[in-house]
């Protein structure tokens, strides 16, 4: 009887597992840390040269490897750090920590490593990770160093423009990339309507984003996964740092609870440009803040406990007449064990929230929405041998969605109470995921991601005619929102509808020789919650919804292959990545769609189609007194909604058309150069095709006096091309100094150029000609900024 392919899976994990025991086998094991805070080190390479046996540190900086009996040298590397190396004996199973030093490279040093080279072994492709202290090196507006902005300047990402929030990867929407900050989602990642980043850099550990080859530990997104892990505070001693700009400043302090054993961590960041205009006497504000938190404690060696939170908000107001408030919320408790040397979990309790507040005092109400989801999870990392490691767990997230309350705000309102129908879903999952090595040369990731959906009540749902809340009107050719024939109600956690995929995810990595590899990758990816929105940025106002009868759930799959090579030991690294991917059930809007108090969004739905695909290089200079990279994409980003029927004409009559995402041409350099101890110089620069837009083709007069222009198809158009030039410089008074108040400032200038980058153009008629044109809106020109950063 031929075998099926997981018959075949099952054949080499048994395969890899027995061979692997043909002699008496030992596990080391242990940690890797940051020598002068106890930070533990995400990713480190740990490597037994003898046994050409190698492994990185998990999230919480555990290693294990397992190897034949006898006498060995394990090397420890991580990126800024001093290397480590050690002989030890292997004659039972033994665990080994490791303390790493920062690197503190004099002016004149050649920086030797392979510690910057590519792992072209590891079945691993399309990941990006970027460290704090390259984030902070960049220019950016205003000197906030922004993490989400940093990701611009890698192949494969772009966004709506400058003032723009979120992100897009791959031609995908910023709705698609999950967002996670020590495993919590995080809804909104920008502060004041996309100026700038909820992160608080000084808060930060670890960041990966991950385009694709998506581990089978993540799902719930179309595009992409952004993690960032907050630091865990330093536990030898207590430390502060933080900065002073033009309009923002933080603070950030750290120190043990117990030594060596917990430590505690509190940051706050708060923009202060409002207060300047109270000396104006202008009544209109605009400030953020936000407070980072985490503690915890090793309760002994198997054992340690974490508790994360983050609370942000945004407060925008005009004239003490119209006041908006937003921002998110996130607790995560989680437990470390430590079953045995070769097997490794977390249990991890999660909630985050979401929250948008307008209240508008002229007309006399409050309007208060929102997005809560709590989530139980419970990962496992087993080390079965130096050849296959596993990672496998459950999770299970319950959502409750608030669309919107309505209510007055004063006694003379005559707005009346009004409660959107509020929206409920759960939705568990189990994967598992396999790292195999099958050869010297041939590496593999494979795995399977089960996940489940229910969309729960206690809500009501409309009944329209046949099951169609959506009508073509064949001689307008417009569509138009059907009136529901009947409704029915669902009880608390009466389940309303229900999906089930399976999400495979495959990756291989095949070594052409010692400095160069090939990769590929697939996966796929079940979003389950859409975001309503008709901007191309994700705004404040946007309101997401769970799937349900009528609308379906997001399917995504992506391919890719790349090629990958060092040069010179890891001098320089080049990474050509080529990818295609195909989106079902991606929604569409009717012409006219009224997205705002909406208790019916079916209404103003289609279900359509979306595929991107691309071409990336990223070429890197890692080591030196100057280093940097290029990145550049070329890629498509289009979408089709066709007509359910022979009679309806879809959007843009059914043909494909540019999504709102799409940029042909991408391209990104960054760049530091090390002048001496002093001095330190940066640059950035920036080039992307326009965004699509909607140009008119023709017009109208209304009267004989009112010009009305009408409209073209949908993303005909395009904006200017978007650049712009940023350079910074870094000054250290005292470089020598590494004890007691230690201090830098940071000069830079945004758009060096004065370009004046179209974040839109709109059309509307001249009150003196009477004639239609065009305005254009540009969000900066050329912005200079100092900031002072301080440690002690």
């Known amino acids: 009887m031929p075998y099926n392919k997981y018959q075949y899976i099952f054949i080499l994990i048994l395969f890899g597992y027995f061979n692997s025991y043909s002699q008496e086998q030992f596990t080391i094991n242990g940690t890797v840390k940051d020598a002068k805070t106890n930070e533990t080190l995400i990713g480190a390479n740990v490597y037994i040269i003898e046994a050409n046996a190698s492994t990185s540190t998990n999230e919480y900086g555990f290693y294990s490897i397992t190897i034949p009996k006898g006498d060995y040298t394990i090397s420890i590397n991580y990126i800024g750090y001093?290397?480590?190396?050690?002989?030890?004996s292997l004659s039972e199973n033994l665990t080994k920590n490791f303390s790493l030093s920062e690197e503190e490279n004099q002016l004149d040093e050649v920086v030797i490593s392979g510690k910057n080279k590519l792992n072209i072994r590891k079945p691993e492709m399309s990941v990006n990770k970027l460290s704090i202290n390259t984030i902070k090196q960049m220019p950016v507006v205003l000197g906030e160093v922004d993490v989400i902005?940093?990701?611009?300047?890698?192949?494969?990402?772009?966004?709506?423009?400058?003032?723009?929030?979120?992100?897009?990867?791959?031609?995908?929407?910023?709705?698609?990339n999950l967002i996670l900050l020590d495993e919590a989602t995080i809804y909104n990642s920008s502060h004041v309507f996309g100026f700038f980043s909820v992160f608080n850099p000084d808060a930060i550990k670890?960041?990966?984003?991950?385009?694709?080859?998506?581990?089978?530990?993540?799902?719930?997104?179309?595009?992409?996964?952004?993690?960032?892990?907050?630091?865990?505070?330093?536990?030898?001693?207590?430390?502060?740092?933080?900065?002073?700009?033009?309009i923002s400043s933080r603070i950030l302090a750290e120190g043990p609870i117990v030594k060596e054993k917990g430590s505690f961590l509190i940051g706050g960041r708060g923009s202060y440009a409002h207060l300047f205009l109270k000396l104006t006497n202008n009544k209109n504000s605009a400030y953020f803040y936000d407070l980072n938190t985490k503690l915890n404690y090793k309760l002994d060696k198997n054992n340690s406990l974490y508790l994360s939170g983050y609370f942000g908000r945004d407060v925008f107001s005009i004239d003490q007449s119209f006041s908006n408030t937003y921002g998110n919320s996130t607790l995560n408790l989680r437990w470390n064990h430590l079953y045995n040397e070769k097997l490794f979990s977390n249990l991890s309790l999660i909630y985050s929230d979401y929250y948008y507040g307008l209240t508008i005092d002229f007309v006399g109400f409050n309007w208060d929405s929102g997005i809560k989801n709590y989530n139980l999870k419970y990962d496992f990392k087993h080390y079965l041998n130096n050849e296959i490691k596993l990672n496998y767990g459950a999770s299970a997230i319950y959502y409750d969605f608030n669309p919107g309350t309505l209510e007055p705000n004063n006694s003379k309102s005559g707005i009346l109470f009004r409660q959107?129908?509020?929206k409920y879903a759960l939705e568990p999952s189990l994967y598992l995921d396999v790292e195999q090595k099958l050869s010297t040369k041939l590496a593999v990731n494979y795995g399977l991601r089960y996940s489940l959906f229910y969309r729960l009540g206690s809500s009501k749902e409309d009944i329209y005619a046949n099951n169609n809340p959506v009508l073509f009107d064949p001689e307008l050719k417009i569509y138009e929102t059907a009136t529901p024939i009947s409704s029915k109600n669902f009880g608390k956690n009466e389940i309303m509808a229900s999906f089930s995929n399976l999400e495979p995810r495959f990756s291989v990595a095949y070594e052409l020789n010692e400095n160069q590899s090939i990769k590929a990758s697939y996966n796929r990816m079940v979003q389950y919650l859409q975001l309503i929105s008709n901007t191309s940025s994700p705004t404040p106002l946007d309101i997401w919804t769970p799937s349900d009868r009528y609308i379906k759930p997001q399917i995504a799959d992506q391919v890719a292959v790349g090629y990958f090579k060092n040069f010179k030991d890891g001098n320089y690294t080049l990474e050509v990545e080529s990818y295609y991917k195909k989106i079902k059930n991606r929604l569409d809007y009717i012409d006219g769609a009224n997205l705002i108090a909406n208790d019916a969004l079916e209404q103003i739905l289609l279900n359509g189609q979306m595929r991107s695909y691309g071409l990336e290089f990223l070429f890197r200079k890692n080591n030196g007194k100057f280093n940097g990279w290029v990145a550049y994409t070329i890629s498509r980003s289009i979408q089709q909604t066709m007509g359910r029927?022979?009679?309806?004409?879809?959007?843009?009559?059914?043909?494909?058309y540019r999504s709102p995402y799409d940029k042909l041409h991408n391209l990104a350099v960054t760049g530091s150069y090390k002048y001496n101890k002093k001095w330190t110089f940066g640059a950035n620069f920036s080039l992307q095709t326009g965004q699509p837009t909607t140009y008119p083709n023709s017009q109208y007069t209304y009267k004989e006096v009112i010009r009305v222009p009408n409209y073209n198809l949908r993303n005909q158009d395009k904006l200017p091309t978007y650049h712009h030039l940023d350079i910074s410089g870094t000054y250290i008074p005292k470089p020598e100094k590494n004890k007691g108040w230690q201090s830098e400032w940071v000069f830079s200038i945004y758009n060096l150029y004065n370009r004046e980058n179209a974040a839109s153009i709109s059309f509307q008629q001249n009150e003196t000609s009477t004639l239609n044109e065009a305005v254009k809106f540009s969000v900066f020109g050329i912005v200079p900024s100092v900031s002072y950063n301080f440690k002690f």
Do not use: C, H
């Open 645 to 656: 029927n022979s009679v309806e004409t879809g959007i843009n009559k059914g043909e494909w």
């Open 206 to 246: 670890d960041l990966k984003l991950y385009k694709g080859g998506i581990p089978a530990r993540f799902g719930g997104r179309a595009s992409s996964v952004l993690d960032i892990y907050q630091k865990d505070g330093n536990s030898n001693k207590f430390s502060m740092n933080g900065g002073i700009g033009l």
């Open 420 to 422: 959107l129908d509020k």
């Open 82 to 88: 001093e290397s480590s190396e050690e002989n030890f």
């Open 149 to 176: 902005k940093s990701l611009l300047f890698l192949p494969g990402v772009t966004n709506a423009g400058e003032g723009q929030s979120g992100f897009n990867v791959r031609g995908g929407g910023a709705d698609q």
